[in-house]
């Protein structure tokens, strides 16, 4: 963890976080969680890289130095880069939700849905057969049904 200068007084706020986490609809402030991340990953591997280097932590002043040099466009794109991320996890869980999706509608066995469609076939025949007998019944003349009975 990076200490903070003991010539400073107060410990200062990063002046980045505001720039990349707006106050604006909530998609906006994920993205700009995320980016803020991908800033903060960055930061310390600057850190690491000047630590390497000079063999100390960067004072107060080198710190403000690095945040002075994120420009609007390096912000946009974090910003952007956090977006490409989010498409990339919403894909591969998409993907991922489809593929058992898929081995769930699969796994029902061929003689369950051919027994559901018996079934559902014979549900029909004895509908047909119920309407057919009651407009008989009431005397409704059916000519393919008197064809039959009477061909017999």
């Given at each position: 963890m990076i200490e903070p200068d003991p010539q400073n007084e107060r410990l200062s706020l990063d002046p980045i976080f505001p720039l990349l986490v707006k106050e604006e609809d909530q998609e906006k402030k994920f993205l700009g969680f995320i980016a803020y991340g991908l800033y903060q990953e960055a930061k310390r591997e600057w850190?690491?890289?000047?630590?390497?280097?000079?063999?100390?932590?960067?004072?107060?002043?080198?710190?403000?130095?690095?945040?002075?040099?994120?420009?609007?466009?390096?912000?946009?794109?974090?910003?952007?880069?956090?977006?490409?991320?989010?498409?990339?996890?919403?894909?591969?869980?998409?993907?991922?939700?489809e593929k058992q999706i898929l081995r769930s509608a699969l796994k029902g066995s061929m003689w369950r849905a051919v027994s559901r469609w018996v079934v559902g076939a014979l549900?029909?025949?004895?509908?047909?057969?119920?309407i057919v007998l009651t407009l008989s019944r009431s005397g409704v003349q059916i000519g393919f049904l008197e064809k039959m009975i009477g061909s017999r």
């Open positions: 850190v690491s890289d000047f630590q390497s280097r000079e063999r100390r932590y960067p004072n107060h002043d080198e710190m403000s130095a690095y945040e002075r040099s994120w420009t609007g466009s390096r912000l946009d794109a974090l910003e952007n880069t956090a977006a490409q991320l989010v498409a990339a996890y919403t894909d591969a869980v998409v993907s991922q939700l549900c029909y025949t004895a509908l047909l057969f119920a």
